[in-house]
C-alpha cells in the first residue's frame, strides 16, 4: 500500500478506482483489457480475483487463447499474459480453433486449477468441451481434452459452483440445430474433471450464454437470445433447486435497452464483510471491431420475496471487495437543453427526454452539439454521453429476427467526435450503439478537462460505416476523478 493510500484509508476516503460499464478499461500496463466473456475466480487463499476471458487482437476472429489477468478490487487488472496458448494444428487449440467462453474452477481432490471452456473448429461443427489444467492459478494450463458432454453437443458454455455444497455444473446450449435449442445444467463429478448427470433442461428457449447466481433461498439463472453478437433482451428464471422446477423466464433490464447493449455470461458473488453483493458480468460485443469489445459489469438488486432479479444501471460506482458495500458516484449534469448547436444540429421536442428537449441532426463532423461551462479538475475524468439512437436494428429475438426497416442495414452503432475545448489535435471517439425510439441510455469516456469552470466539450458526427452520424443527445454527466470517492 503507498502511503497516500495508506493516508486516505486513515481519512476514511476510498483509493479504489470506480467501475465504469462499458467504458475502456485498460490494465496495469495501459493496454485494453483483453478478456471477453470469461469468469472471475477467487483464489480462496489469498482473496485475489482473477478474470480469464477470451484474448482477441484486430484482425483475428477465433482461437486467440484464453487470458488472465489479477485484480484486488475488480476495478486496477493487471495480465499474466496468456493461460491457455494456442498451440499451431493442435485438433482443439490451434489457432483457428474457436476457444469460447472459458471458465476456471478449483478441484479440491486434484488440488489443481480446472479450465472448461466451449471447444470448437471455425465452422462450430464439433460443438465439445474442453478442459486444461494447471496447479497455478495464473496458469499456464496444460491441455487435458475435449469431450461431448454426456454425449451431447455444447456451444456457450458457463459453470457454476453450489456454495453450499462445493458441487460445480456445466452449463450449455447444445447449439442451433433444430435438435438442439436446449440449455442444460449437468453436474460434474466430485474432481470437477467430468459430467455426471444432467440436472436439468431449459427446453426449446433458444437461448444461450448461460450463467447462474445464487442466494441463500433461490437459483436464478440469465441467459440471452440468440442475435450473435447483437445484444438483446437478457432473461432469468428462478427456482429454489438446480433440479428446478423453473420459473417462467423474465428480463432483467428495461425493454429496449438491450440489457444495456450487453450479453450475460457470468455472475459473481462479493460476500462482503457487512453485504453480499451480486455482480453481472456482461460482454459488450462490438461485432465491427470485435477486440475492442467492453464489459458491462452491474450490480444485480434480487428480491427473493418477490422472486425477482434486476440489473441496476450506474454509469460510475465504487465497489468495495472487502464490505461488500457498493456506491454509485455521483456527477454533475450537464443538459443538451442548454448546449450550442451548430451546423444541421438542432434542438427538436422530444418527451422523453430531459427539460423535454433532444439535440439531433449530428450528422457530419460539422454539425455539433457544445456543452459549455463545464467544470473540470485537470486530471483524468469518466464523463457519461445520455444518447438516444433510433436506428432500430430490431431485436431478432425470434429466430428469423431482423432490423425494424425494410431492407435496413442493421447497424451495431452510430459514431461521435468528441472534442474537449476546441481544436482538432484530440478527437476522441464515442461509439453510440443502438436502442431504440425514446430509450436513452448512456455510454462513457474518459476526458482530462482543465481545472475549474469554462471547459466545452464538443460533439460532432463520425462515419459509422453507412454515414457520417452521430447519435441524438440528451445529456453528459461528469464524474470527479477516481480515487476521490462517492
Ligand atoms: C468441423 O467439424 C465438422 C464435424 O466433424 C465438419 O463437418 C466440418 O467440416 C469441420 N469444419 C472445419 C472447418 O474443419
Ligand atoms: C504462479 O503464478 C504466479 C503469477 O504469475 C507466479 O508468480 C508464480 O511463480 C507461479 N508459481 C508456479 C509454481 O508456477
Ligand atoms: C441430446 O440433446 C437432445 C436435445 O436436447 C436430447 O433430445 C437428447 O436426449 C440428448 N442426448 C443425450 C445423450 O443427452
Ligand atoms: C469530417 O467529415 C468529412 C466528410 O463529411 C470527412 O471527409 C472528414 O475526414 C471528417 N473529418 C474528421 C476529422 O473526421
Given at each position: 500500500m503507498s502511503l497516500i493510500s495508506a493516508l486516505y484509508l486513515l481519512l476514511g476516503v476510498s483509493t479504489a478506482k470506480y467501475i465504469v460499464p462499458g467504458g475502456r478499461w485498460h490494465d496495469t500496463d495501459g493496454n485494453l483489457v483483453n478478456a471477453h466473456a470469461g469468469c472471475v475466480t477467487v483464489d480462496q487463499d489469498t482473496g485475489k480475483f482473477w478474470?480469464?476471458?477470451?484474448?482477441?487482437?484486430?484482425?483475428?476472429?477465433?482461437?486467440?487463447?484464453?487470458?488472465?489477468?489479477?485484480?484486488?478490487?475488480?476495478?486496477?487488472?493487471k495480465s499474466h499474459g496468456l493461460a491457455l496458448e494456442p498451440i499451431a494444428d493442435h485438433p482443439y487449440i490451434s489457432p483457428s480453433n474457436i476457444i469460447q467462453r472459458p471458465k476456471v474452477v478449483y478441484s479440491e481432490s486434484t488440488k489443481e486449477y480446472h479450465l472448461w471452456w466451449h471447444a470448437d473448429n471455425s465452422t462450430y461443427g464439433l460443438l465439445l468441451q474442453g478442459l486444461a489444467r494447471s496447479p497455478n492459478i495464473s496458469g499456464p494450463y496444460t491441455f487435458d481434452s475435449a469431450t461431448a458432454p454426456l454425449g451431447n453437443w455444447s456451444q456457450d458454455f458457463g459453470l457454476f459452483t453450489d456454495y453450499k455444497d462445493g458441487r460445480s455444473y456445466a452449463l450449455y446450449s447444445n447449439g442451433d440445430s433444430r435438435d438442439g435449442r436446449d440449455v442444460y445444467i449437468s453436474a460434474y463429478n466430485e474432481d470437477t474433471t467430468a459430467l455426471e448427470k444432467v440436472v436439468h433442461r431449459f427446453d426449446k428457449f433458444d437461448l444461450e450464454a448461460p450463467s447462474i447466481v445464487q442466494t441463500d433461498k433461490s437459483y436464478y439463472a440469465l441467459m440471452s437470445h440468440k442475435t450473435g453478437y447483437r445484444p438483446n433482451n437478457v432473461v432469468a428464471f428462478r427456482a429454489d433447486s438446480l433440479a428446478g422446477p423453473w420459473s417462467q423466464p423474465f428480463t432483467v433490464a428495461p425493454l429496449n435497452t438491450r440489457t444495456f447493449n450487453s450479453q450475460s455470461g457470468f455472475t459473481l458473488?462479493?460476500?462482503?464483510?457487512?453485504?453480499?453483493?451480486?455482480?453481472?458480468?456482461?460482454?459488450?460485443?462490438?461485432?465491427?471491431?470485435?477486440?475492442?469489445?467492453?464489459?458491462?459489469?452491474?450490480?444485480?438488486?434480487?428480491?427473493?420475496?418477490?422472486?425477482?432479479?434486476?440489473?441496476?444501471?450506474?454509469?460510475?460506482?465504487?465497489?468495495?471487495?472487502?464490505?461488500?458495500?457498493?456506491?454509485?458516484?455521483?456527477?454533475?449534469t450537464y443538459l443538451a437543453a442548454d448546449a450550442k448547436t451548430a451546423g444541421n444540429a438542432f434542438k427538436q421536442e422530444a418527451n422523453f427526454a430531459s427539460k423535454g428537449v433532444i439535440a439531433t441532426g449530428i450528422y457530419g463532423n460539422d454539425s455539433t452539439v457544445t456543452f459549455e461551462d463545464i467544470k473540470g479538475t485537470g486530471k483524468p475524468q469518466w464523463v457519461s454521453f445520455y444518447y438516444q439512437n433510433t436506428d432500430d436494428m430490431g431485436f431478432g429475438d425470434q429466430p428469423g429476427g431482423s432490423p425494424d426497416r425494410i431492407g435496413g442495414a442493421w447497424q451495431l452503432r452510430r459514431v461521435a467526435s468528441v472534442i474537449v475545448n476546441g481544436g482538432t489535435e484530440k478527437v476522441e471517439t464515442l461509439f453510440q450503439r443502438d436502442t431504440n425510439k425514446g430509450v436513452i441510455i448512456s455510454t462513457p469516456l474518459l476526458l482530462t478537462l482543465k481545472e475549474g469552470k469554462g471547459n466545452t466539450i464538443t460533439v460532432g458526427g463520425l462515419w459509422n460505416g453507412f454515414d457520417y452520424k452521430g447519435a441524438d443527445l440528451d445529456k453528459i454527466v461528469v464524474y470527479p476523478p477516481e480515487g476521490s470517492g462517492p
Open positions: 478474470l480469464f476471458g477470451e484474448y482477441k487482437v484486430e484482425g483475428q476472429i477465433e482461437g486467440g487463447g484464453v487470458s488472465v489477468y489479477s485484480s484486488d478490487d475488480l476495478a486496477t487488472w458473488t462479493i460476500k462482503g464483510t457487512k453485504k453480499k453483493t451480486y455482480l453481472y458480468l456482461g460482454d459488450q460485443w462490438d461485432s465491427n471491431s470485435l477486440w475492442e469489445s467492453r464489459y458491462i459489469w452491474l450490480p444485480m438488486e434480487i428480491d427473493d420475496k418477490k422472486k425477482t432479479l434486476e440489473l441496476e444501471w450506474h454509469d460510475v460506482y465504487d465497489l468495495d471487495v472487502k464490505t461488500g458495500e457498493w456506491a454509485p458516484v455521483k456527477g454533475t
